[in-house]
């Protein structure tokens, strides 16, 4: 497939060296600073362009990784083509590109993805939709030679996989953060801490969270937990958030244990 | 090495299978459950007992791994040997060992151990404290015999790791828990998000975690927060969590990018 790329971001750049490893050809990148367009179009053997109204039209997908806020004004701008257009957001429905243009879809990276990581694409789970069964069989098909795991998603599940990802992904990151500053304060490397963090993540693997949860909270040890909010005494943030995780996770299990 | 391993629970039973590979003589394995003491011990190649009164006091080390409340009757009762005595908890000090016997120690192995879950010991940070210089060299060596990560730790820095641990194992695998009930209701697999929880855990492997923050709260994106926060609707504590969470990630970021 003949595939422009608008966005350098980090989902865009990702993408567009899958694409181009399963041999599409990636016409042209556009990015609003023309550096950031040359450097991933540099990568994966493209045009760069920074003006928008300059896209070469020559394509058969245009794939938008742009904020949130600006998905709306770069599909106006791209209306007059009617070419084949998806969005790579999680937050975004499918009907704001329809405002647009028929032939839409979405194709949603469902990983953490950053440009100073490499990560192997084909285990990243990509989420689409298309505006109709033909553009969704198209997509699908455009998704699975660049990934093992493709799902057919709608926008109000991939809306729901966008909020769960927060509570899978940044808060659990913030806490490891909570976690090193801890450390730190003891004169204590935040080494000590990692293979704890990947042991915890690499569980749920093949188990599900709530047949792995352990820690003060899962066996109600009111002890243990008066001591560690003791011990957080000058961090009133911290003790909230303590309080608030432990009565949710003592509540779960006891429905849990009810439940068996 | 002569070792009694008295108990039967997760951490005695990997420790105790650890030390048996590395060559050392598991004498006997206490549980008050006969059948537990019986099953750790066979497969460490010991006797199993279930009366703590008659243990075989031809031995070099007790390790007692029990539940923390259960620590001191229990060395009360090895007082009488006066043999090199180790308990393996992160939040009870070293003082509460050294009230019965002056030759005391603390093992404390920094990881989530799961009887049903094998674990390369060899990776898993091993936290020593010794009564006095030989006997922190001494518990170094044989810590050293089954673990390439050994630290030394004092009382109160184990009581800051053992909170720690809270933040990064048990409190993440919680919030892993509600992304994967946020999925269950709209008709979605666990499956999907295990690669973005995994990644997450190795990108803090060679980073630290506020270098690679990410979501709408580390980029302050209002829309999408409280796009979230109108999901959660009926999930009052959810909304609570959320926000708390959030508004820790937004005030650490400014925080961070006023240092800069």
Redesign the interface.
Known sequence: MRITIIGSGNVATHLGAALKNAGHQIVEVYSRNMQNAALLAYHIGAEAIDNLDQVNAETDLFIISVK??AIIPTAQTLAKYQKLTVHTAG?VGLETLLKFNPKAGVLYP???L?KI?E?DFN???L?IEGAGNDITLLLEQLARTISE?V?R?NS??R??????????????????????Q??E????E?E??????????????D????E???????RN?R??MA??LQ??NDEP?LQ???T??SQ??IK?DHRGKGHK
Chains 1, 2 share one sequence.
């Open positions: 949130d806020d937050a469902l990983q953490t950053s990581r990560v285990t990243v789970p989420c795991r799902y998603v109000d599940q809306r729901v996989l966008h909020l769960a990802a927060v509570f899978a992904c940044n808060f659990p990151n913030y806490l490891y953060g909570i976690a090193q801890l450390l304060k003891q004169d204590m935040f000590m801490l990692r293979p704890l963090i990947l042991e915890t993540a690499q569980k749920v693997q188990h599900l969270p709530q792995v949860q352990t820690g003060p909270a899962a040890d002890i243990t001591a560690h011990m957080l943030t909230e958030l303590y608030l995780l949710a996770i779960k």
